[in-house]
């Protein structure tokens, strides 16, 4: 919304507010029943929640020919009703983004950009860096998840043609109630091919941070390890990239893929990750469907070793467009210890109607050992406390979505989904779990 436009200075206002509407039935498929019954989770629940996020932006032209430029914004945020966490009626208002920034050219092809402040920034695909900022519990819209923007940044881009390089500083705006003192630092390099597709390198370390990590008691059997402060100086090195076949055989078929190595000599941390996608556009039918296979796996800790290899994924964006590892099931289980085989399709009947439909087949990668953070530690029927499952079938989702748009500013959202349990989950109940089924609906309006 422009606001002023007078001589060298431009100033304009934001605004984006959303409403969402959520109903779940056995949430978990029901596991607090068995692996923690004296917390009396209720598995059916519904409720509303909603964001608003006003904000002001500038641009000033230099003389010198560069351009200073800024935003100011701000997230308030609640839920009516207990969602998904056994957390509800509650909100919070903070500040979202607050950063002053400058950029301009170095020579006839290159150009700088450099920012400080709270600012959204995501990496590559979003596999390590992405969502700067929590919501839910305390600060309510746990679906909707409206804060983005990292608390501290420092953020420098150099860029020379199709190849750029970045430095950053990041501070992310964790909840009160779990502020792990996290800061991050790296850079990534980006080549841009400008006939479609690209190649990245990443590399994060985590110069401080309380946060704990778990490990697999020896053998499996016994509670997790979980040592306070591990993740502190935990180094990522990751490469991605993506490439559009547009013409010979493979015509209409993009490719991407994205590998992490991860690291912490400090407490004799090794592990790894990664995913493969094809995709192929059928633009010659009706509705221009495009068809998605992918396989994405996130190493475990082996319970029959002394060094952990459990991946740490920081703060990667877990919508079920992105790094999510199911849909109903990403909000059990992180990217760690983890694989899952993924398709979808996306038809458009319209050029404002889009219906898509997801399919993930989940598993653990190693038995035995934390799948999430050490949560369904529970005693078996040998008398032996344990973590994790005794078999690798954790899950299969089925998650059906519908986007509409009503008008330049507002989009409509609509889902329903269904997780089937597998053989992991059954044997931490000890029978065969009922499915966990949801569904939602949303507006967001944004100016």
Known sequence: MLIFDHGALTVRGHLQFGLNAVAERNLFWDLAATTAPASKFAPDTDWVEGYIKPGISFEYQLHTGALLYGKLSAVASYSWGIDAFDTGDTGATTLEEAYLAIRGNLGPHGTYDVSLGPRELTLGTGMLIANGATSGFERGALKLGPRKAWEGAAIGRLTFGSVSGMAFFLDPNELPSTDGSNELAGFDLLYDDPAGGYLGATYVEVMQSDSPYPQAAPGGIGPPTVTPGAREGTRTFGLYGK?????????????????????????????????????????????????????????????????????????????????????????????????????????????????????????ANELNSPVQFGQATRVNVNGNVVSGVTDSHLSDDLFLEYSHIINRNTYLSAGVSVSFPGKGIDRVIGASADPWTGGFINVVVNF
């Open 243 to 363: 490439t559009n076949l547009l013409t010979g055989g493979l015509k209409n078929w993009t490719f991407s893929g994205e590998v992490a190595y991860q690291w912490n000599n400090r407490i004799d941390l090794e592990a790894w990750a990664g995913r493969i996608t094809a995709g192929y556009d059928f633009v010659q039918l009706p509705w221009s469907p495009s068809l998605t296979l992918g396989y994405q796996s996130f190493s475990g800790d082996d319970p029959y070793t002394t060094k952990l290899e459990r991946f740490d994924p920081l703060y990667y964006q877990g919508s079920p467009s992105a790094w999510a590892t199911g849909s109903k099931s990403a909000s059990t289980f992180i990217n760690s210890n983890v694989n899952a085989l993924t398709l979808a399709l996306r038809v458009q009947p319209t050029p404002q109607d889009t219906w898509t439909l997801r399919y993930a087949h989940i598993r």
